[in-house]
């Protein structure tokens, strides 16, 4: 049985009837770029993450960066980031000439430590960017006590958390500004390129619109540098058409994880993902640990696995093979191997399972079959 890592195919079959008319609307008023569709769904978006202002994109890492430029992050800042994340949070901080500062993860949510932000903090500290990496938030609290003490601006990456929860609230409106990513793959997937900012700062919403559209107060007037960071108006529509569905899908990753834990949890050499308490995840993404003794072990069994999935055509993803500290393009911060080891056994150990809503009992059941049937050989 083939099992792909995410089928987009499978959810455009069930909304079709819906997606294709909403896209034929856009073309029929030639309404390409921002217009209702994006002010209709920046509304609604809003709301469900209970933050009063929304702000469509062109991507997540054009919201990342529109977040720290409104912010007033410029060269001579130091920005703190996970080690642990997508690239793309890091370049909000090096589009506006700041530089990154990383922080190992928590062994236990991934997410950034926050025992181990302090630590990072200098004089030049501006801002601190929680991810809530897989779909799961970050621990906010610990967090903003940390940046009301230093005096530092507390942000949101939100790209793989829409809807999530943390302590009964929406992630989104815990801080500053959270960014988001559509990017088609996402919870919540446009058909191209987009992305959102959301904020309940009234002045600052007003800063990231102006930034977003040329620096501009209205047409040809530029109060300020800019850029070209606008929604088109199709992403907006096929956005409110999906938005609509995005509970129910939320609630179909989370069986799909349920159905995972129930036919692997005793599995003594995997490590699942934990939901942590006053937590509810969106399940992004899937990514299972490898467990053994040493970690030369670990990585070579995984890659293993990773083999024998994909001969029996179980696809699956490696969430980052190579943590943020130990990039090509980072070389110049002079990081080490060893210096976040969270983050590097995560990246050596780790393997992303398929997860998407529509992934079928009988899908889930191969797959946990195969895994099982690894560890028994
Ligand atoms: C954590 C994180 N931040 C930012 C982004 C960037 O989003 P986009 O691909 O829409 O630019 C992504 C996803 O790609 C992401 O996973």
Same mark, same amino acid.
């Given at each position: 049985?083939?099992?792909?890592?995410?089928?987009?195919?499978?959810?455009?079959?069930?909304?079709?009837?819906?997606?294709?008319?909403?896209?034929?609307?856009?073309?029929?008023?030639?309404?390409?770029?921002?217009?209702?569709?994006?002010?209709?769904?920046?509304?609604?978006?809003?709301?469900?993450?209970?933050?009063?202002?929304?702000?469509?994109?062109?991507?997540?890492?054009?919201?990342?960066?529109?977040?720290?430029?409104?912010?007033?992050?410029?060269?001579?800042?130091?920005?703190?980031?996970?080690?642990?994340?997508?690239?793309?949070?890091?370049?909000?901080?090096?589009?506006?000439?700041?530089?990154?500062?990383?922080?190992?993860?928590?062994?236990?949510?991934?997410?950034?430590?926050?025992?181990?932000?302090?630590?990072?903090?200098?004089?030049?500290?501006?801002?601190?960017?929680?991810?809530?990496?897989?779909?799961?938030?970050?621990?906010?609290?610990?967090?903003?006590?940390?940046?009301?003490?230093?005096?530092?601006?507390?942000?949101?990456?939100?790209?793989?958390?829409?809807?999530?929860?943390?302590?009964?609230?929406?992630?989104?409106?815990?801080?500053?500004?959270?960014?988001?990513?559509?990017?088609?793959?996402?919870?919540?997937?446009?058909?191209?390129?987009?992305?959102?900012?959301?904020?309940?700062?009234?002045?600052?919403?007003?800063?990231?619109?102006?930034?977003?559209?040329?620096?501009?107060?209205?047409?040809?007037?530029?109060?300020?540098?800019?850029?070209?960071?606008?929604?088109?108006?199709?992403?907006?529509?096929?956005?409110?058409?999906?938005?609509?569905?995005?509970?129910?899908?939320?609630?179909?990753?989370?069986?799909?994880?349920?159905?995972?834990?129930?036919?692997?949890?005793?599995?003594?050499?995997?490590?699942?993902?934990?939901?942590?308490?006053?937590?509810?995840?969106?399940?992004?993404?899937? /990514?299972?640990?490898?467990?053994?003794?040493?970690?030369?072990?670990?990585?070579?069994?995984?890659?293993?696995?990773?083999?024998?999935?994909?001969?029996?055509?179980?696809?699956?993803?490696?969430?980052?093979? /190579?943590?943020?500290?130990?990039?090509?393009?980072?070389?110049?911060?002079?990081?080490?191997?060893?210096?976040?080891?969270?983050?590097?056994?995560?990246?050596?150990?780790?393997?992303?399972?398929?997860?998407?809503?529509?992934?079928?009992?009988?899908?889930?059941?191969?797959?946990?079959?195969?895994?099982?049937?690894?560890?028994?050989?």
């Amino acid at each position: 049985m083939k099992v792909p890592f995410l089928d987009l195919k499978a959810q455009y079959k069930t909304i079709k009837d819906e997606v294709n008319p909403a896209i034929q609307n856009i073309l029929d008023n030639t309404a390409f770029i921002l217009g209702k569709s994006v002010l209709q769904f920046e509304k609604e978006f809003g709301e469900a993450h209970n933050v009063k202002y929304c702000i469509g994109t062109s991507s997540g890492t054009d919201a990342n960066h529109l977040v720290l430029w409104a912010l007033g992050i410029g060269p001579g800042d130091e920005v703190i980031i996970p080690a642990n994340t997508f690239i793309a949070t890091a370049w909000g901080a090096t589009l506006c000439g700041a530089k990154p500062v990383f922080v190992d993860c928590h062994p236990e949510s991934y997410n950034i430590d926050p025992a181990k932000v302090e630590a990072a903090i200098t004089m030049k500290t501006k801002a601190i960017v929680a991810v809530h990496l897989y779909g799961q938030a970050a621990d906010m609290d610990a967090l903003n006590v940390i940046a009301k003490k230093h005096d530092v601006i507390l942000v949101e990456d939100a790209a793989q958390a829409h809807l999530a929860e943390y302590n009964g609230k929406r992630i989104g409106g815990l801080s500053k500004a959270s960014s988001f990513s559509f990017y088609p793959g996402k919870n919540l997937g446009a058909y191209g390129e987009a992305g959102a900012v959301v904020t309940n700062d009234e002045e600052l919403a007003k800063k990231i619109a102006q930034l977003r559209e040329h620096g501009q107060s209205e047409k040809y007037y530029h109060e300020s540098f800019g850029h070209n960071y606008r929604m088109e108006g199709i992403q907006g529509a096929v956005l409110n058409v999906k938005l609509k569905h995005l509970e129910s899908w939320t609630n179909g990753r989370r069986k799909v994880a349920a159905k995972y834990k129930e036919l692997l949890g005793n599995l003594a050499e995997l490590s699942l993902p934990k939901e942590l308490p006053n937590h509810k995840h969106v399940y992004h993404l899937y /990514v299972v640990r490898v467990n053994g003794k040493s970690l030369e072990v670990r990585e070579e069994t995984r890659n293993r696995l990773q083999s024998f999935l994909s001969e029996n055509e179980v696809a699956s993803g490696l969430h980052y093979p /190579v943590p943020l500290h130990l990039q090509k393009c980072f070389s110049y911060l002079g990081y080490n191997n060893g210096d976040f080891p969270v983050t590097e056994d995560l990246a050596q150990t780790g393997l992303s399972l398929p997860m998407f809503p529509e992934l079928t009992d009988e899908q889930i059941e191969y797959v946990a079959s195969k895994i099982n049937e690894f560890f028994r050989e």
